[in-house]
């Protein structure tokens, strides 16, 4: 059973920094494409970012463009998601998500396993 576990997450003030970190196990983790999405309170799942099995490709919704730098160490089977300038309309629960796939994945039903997620709260 593939396991991920997020953390990194907490209370930041408006323009400062967080680093997330995603540790899968129980599998071959360079063969999986990873991604990062969110969701607030009374709001849907969104995407935020996605990244190529091998690293050589990413995505990244608009609104974190710039911002938000997705990455991944295959060696350490860890996904990270480096989050600057952040902004009160960040502020939500940020899940990990893999799927054993040479595709870059954006969408939520792409994806099989599913961290359990962190909280993000960035104050104004």
């Given at each position: 059973q593939v396991q991920l576990v997020e953390s990194g997450g907490g209370l930041v003030q408006?323009?400062?920094?967080?680093?997330?970190?995603?540790?899968?196990?129980?599998?071959t983790f360079g063969t999986?494409?990873?991604?990062?999405?969110?969701?607030?309170?009374?709001?849907?799942?969104?995407f935020v970012a996605a990244i190529?099995?091998?690293?050589?490709y990413t995505d990244y919704a608009d609104s974190v463009k710039g911002r938000f730098t997705i990455s991944r160490a295959n060696a350490?089977?860890?996904?990270?998601?480096?989050?600057?300038?952040?902004k009160p309309e960040d502020t939500a629960v940020y899940y990990c998500a893999i799927e054993n796939s040479v595709?870059?994945?954006t969408t939520s039903r792409g994806y099989t396993h599913w961290g359990q997620g962190t909280q993000v709260t960035v104050s104004s």
């Open positions: 408006a323009g400062g920094s967080l680093r997330l970190s995603c540790l899968a196990s129980r599998l999986y494409a990873a991604g990062w999405f969110r969701q607030a309170p009374e709001k849907e799942r969104e190529s099995w091998s690293g050589g350490k089977k860890t996904v990270y998601l480096q989050m600057n300038s952040l595709r870059l994945i």
